[in-house]
């Protein structure tokens, strides 16, 4: 075995272990986060109860879907693409709680891979992942504490304004960076994609100031709007779905 080949084999087993490592760190929070609410709140209802299993099964399938369905825009590079996955998602936790948000996020990438497969050697589905929890979970912590249409509105605002600030600084510091180590693209052919299409970007932070920051915050906004819409609906229905002996 060539050394090349050796050296490709520990970087993607070693970004396999931070992923894995990523994940069981974003259920941990979410766990603790939701067991102190619920302890707060007087709730013993279990965090994952076997109904709750089967919903979160469900609206995975949904946001694995939507999460096919994605789309380019114009302001990014072709390898940033917008899709509506996070609606289940939130849907999900603000029904069921931030360990089943995460968990149908796992559950999202993890079908999405093995019916697709990757295109960006699982760099874009690890920021699929990792962006997306960045959403839902501030959004859904909010929301349980006190579960009222103005404090999901908060609750959606405050998901927005993490995932566009906290997935500009994870693209800059880590994704882009991993995506160009392990797929073998040099950082500036990256920007040059960018500058083709803005004019403006010339660098990983003008990339990440005109495409990604954008993206997000157009993300998390459609997302917020659409659940807010749809929960009132739906949550009677959930509701019924979990409760029902």
């Known amino acids: ?12 087993a070693v970004f396999a272990l931070e992923v894995l490592g990523i994940a069981l760190l974003l259920v941990l929070v979410a766990y603790i986060a939701e067991k102190m609410i619920k302890k707060k709140n007087s709730d013993t209802e279990r965090i994952l109860s076997t109904r709750k299993i089967a919903m979160i099964g469900v609206f995975s399938a949904i946001a694995t879907v939507l999460h096919i369905l994605d789309f380019p825009v114009f302001f990014a590079p072709g390898f940033y693409k917008l899709d509506f996955s996070e609606i289940p998602a939130l849907i999900g936790a603000f029904a069921f709680g931030p360990v089943a948000g995460v968990m149908i996020e796992i559950c999202k990438i993890l079908l999405k891979l093995m019916i697709k497969g990757t295109t960006t050697a699982f760099v874009g ?3 699929n992942f ?5 959403f839902i979970m501030p959004a859904s912590i909010i929301y349980m504490i006190k579960k009222s249409k103005k404090n999901a509105i908060v609750a959606c605002g405050i998901g927005t304004l993490c ?16 995506f160009s180590k392990l797929y073998g693209m040099p950082l500036e052919v990256i920007i040059g994609m960018g500058t083709e299409i803005n004019a403006s970007i010339t660098n990983l932070s003008s990339l ?8 997000n915050l157009l993300k998390g ?12 609906k739906l949550s009677p229905i959930l509701k019924a779905a979990t409760t029902k002996k």
Do not use: H, Q, R
Request: aromatic share 10%; glycine share 8%; charged share 5%.
């Open 1 to 12: 075995m060539n050394n090349g080949l050796w050296t490709s084999i520990m970087e993607n």
């Open 125 to 127: 589905d690890l920021a």
């Open 130 to 134: 990792v962006i997306g929890c960045s």
């Open 163 to 178: 995932i566009t600030i906290f997935g500009s600084a994870f693209n800059a510091i880590y994704l882009i960076p991993a």
């Open 208 to 215: 990440v100031l005109f495409a990604v920051a954008p993206l």
């Open 221 to 232: 906004g459609l997302v917020s709007l659409i659940t807010i819409l749809v929960y009132k």
